[in-house]
């Protein structure tokens, strides 16, 4: 999650609406709070209500707001509105219980052609 605040700094910074999608309330919740927090320097406006109009959005299930710019997807499957954003970006656990989760994922938009590109993140 921690990754995720920074690339949601880094392309808010560029000038992206970002929507940061979970899989339940309480990561939601946590990430809310991470985005507050996660570096005293930094100030990412956000909410957890698919009606505010913040450029970044925080949330889970199948409202999504009217983003359409960036995703970033940390749950566990892949969100059935995906393709309507313009980019996606998938955080990759190198956690054992959610590897397999990711491979599935990266399949998936393999499978129906999708153009994939991979980063290696340092720390």
């Not at 970006?89 to 956690?95: C, F, G, M, T």
């Amino acid at each position: 999650m921690l990754y995720a605040c920074r690339l949601t700094e880094k392309a808010w910074r560029a000038g992206h609406q970002v929507y940061l999608h979970c899989d339940d309330v309480r990561t939601t919740e946590i990430l809310d709070r991470m985005l507050w927090q996660y570096r005293e320097e930094s100030f990412i406006p956000h909410s957890c209500h698919p009606a505010d109009q913040n450029s970044v959005l925080v949330g889970c299930g199948e409202h999504a707001g009217e983003h359409c710019d960036v995703l970033v997807n940390l749950a566990l499957k892949v969100p059935s509105f995906f393709s309507r954003f313009k980019r996606l970006a998938e955080i990759v656990s190198q956690q054992e219980d959610k590897l397999g989760a990711s491979r599935e994922r990266y399949s998936f938009y393999k499978n129906r052609g999708y153009p994939l590109k991979t980063h290696t993140i340092k720390g």
